[in-house]
Nanobody, 128 residues
Framework: QLQLVESGGGLVQPGGSLRLSCGGS????????IGWFRQAPGKEREGVSC????????NYADSVKGRFTISRDNAKNTVYLQMNSLKSEDTALYYC?????????????????????WGQGTQVTVSS
């Protein structure tokens, strides 16, 4: 069964940093755009960031621009989300998702239903 596995979540104080990782279990991510999404209790799931297959195109939600950085290492079959200057409102369950891309280089967070595979999520809690 193809699966995404997230790691790196935890408890951090406001202003702190975390790096989330997303790896492919039993499949290579090289042909997939990867998105990070999050869902806080009582709120809808929202797109955080995404990266194209070759890493040349990235997108960010306005709420995380300048604080979060997405990157990928296709040799390690891993996508990262570096989160700096964390705020309490960043507290959520973070998911990575993979979208198969047949041609071109693009990514979008506008339609989560377009993503083919999802991980189980990793909890990020920002609190003093």
């Amino acid at each position: 069964q193809l699966q995404l596995v997230e790691s790196g979540g935890g408890l951090v104080q406001p202003g702190g940093s975390l790096r989330l990782s997303c790896g492919g279990s039993r499949f290579t991510l090289i042909n997939y755009a990867i998105g990070w999404f999050r869902q806080a209790p009582g709120k809808e799931r929202e797109g955080v960031s995404c990266i194209s297959t070759n890493g040349e195109i990235t997108n960010y939600a306005d709420s995380v621009k300048g604080r979060f950085t997405i990157s990928r290492d296709n040799a390690k079959n891993t996508v990262y989300l570096q989160m700096n200057s964390l705020k309490s409102e960043d507290t959520a369950l973070y998911y990575c998702a993979a979208q198969l891309i047949f041609y071109g280089s693009r990514c979008s967070m506008s339609d989560p239903r377009s993503y083919n595979y999802w991980g189980q999520g990793t909890q990020v809690t920002v609190s003093s």
